[in-house]
């Protein structure tokens, strides 16, 4: 607007021979200026008021050829990723420095948003798309443009974060397309208050085992939290089962747990209640399954393994800073206590041959010493896996330790020598946990009786 303006008025000062001082005012320079302006008037006519940049691309403008690499590169390799992410990916693994800000001006000149993109930003593309929809005439367009038009998702409520870390832990899992072509479970903790992941591990399905390794982790690191917010599905489910098998409801494990620890256990069946830890699955399910494939993850294992090292890049990117002084986790208990504390107890009848079947394994019952105990045929026992994968069982508040009873025996009385077989029998010491062991009958009864009734209900 200005360079026409400054045409109109030297053209006209030209051609009526004006007052200069006038034309002066009106451009705001001075009279010296407006003898330059009509020499380059008269020299080179409208096109000497045209600026020297003027069609001339500015040194910062991407390339052409780089704006489609980024549009092929998101659509076939990293169509699952936001834009944040996928900026991200660029410079560390395709080379391309862009920021964030181009890369989305790029993509929505695609009609390309994010999954994460915000509610007016998808109404304005709706909007843009239903216009130019509304002045094609071609069939074939209109249809295509139908096809991209967004709709816009109900946003959910928001509210405050926990003034302490440890406070409140939020738990719950995802069964996803991580890293496979089969779904898998990844069962994570996040704390309200500063948004850290402080545990998280994958499993084949949603289990109390997968539950117990997260709790595992915060144990470990961090201690032992206030309280869990938890879903109130699977693990974490109040309604009675119709099973007298405590196996079945895994509410009793995880909660008997966590009452030995003095962990306050809430659950809730509204998803926006525990917010936060939605939000982080929403996170995971677009920048994860990426990082998996492009780590060369196949299996579980290696999953939990890359998540050692994930877990600690993520956080110092997305969590708050950790304020000690506003840390109300308290001291992680030895690992022992933790190993007996987080155990899947079941309950078993010794049979005709003095054994118990658990897992489909016969085991017998050795004491200290590593000498067989007899019972009565009938006798109930309580069954303590341990977390690291010990078997122990509880007789009347006595203590043993189970050993597979193998189909086969390693040394044969006859074939080998008489040291070897006296070697291979010799019973040897075995570890017993101390009387304050958290499987104690009174103890876990009194606590299976909250969810079943009478405790003789539950023994029959």
Known sequence: MNEQKKYEIIKNLVDSKGNKQRAAVKLGCTVRSINRLIKRYKEQGKAGFSHGNHY???????????????????KNKYSDSNLRHFTELLERIEGIHISEGSVRSILLSENILSPKAHKSTKNALKKRLEAEKNKTKSKKKVKELQEKILFVDQPHPRRERCAYFGEIIQMDASKHLWFDENKVTLHAAIDDATGIIVGAYFDEQETLRGYYNVFNQILQTYGIPYMFYTDRRTVFDYKKINSKDITKNTLTQFGYACKQLGVELKVTSVAQAKGRIERLFGTLQSRLPIELRLAGVQTV???????????????????????????VFENQPEDEKINLLLSIISERKIDSGHCIKYKNKYYKLLDENGYMEFYHKGTTVIVADTFNGELYCNVNDRIYVLEEVKKHEDVSRYFDTDEKYRQSKKPRKRYIPPMNHPWRKDNFMKYVHTFYGHEDDFAS
Do not use: G, M, V
Request: net charge positive; glycine share 0%.
């Open 56 to 74: 001339r691309k500015p040194i910062s403008t991407i390339a052409p050829e780089t704006r489609s690499e980024i549009i092929a590169l998101y």
């Open 301 to 327: 294992e290696q999953a939990n393994e890359f998540l050692k090292h994930y877990l600690k890049e993520f956080n110092s990117k997305f969590a708050l800073q950790i304020d000690s002084n506003k840390s």
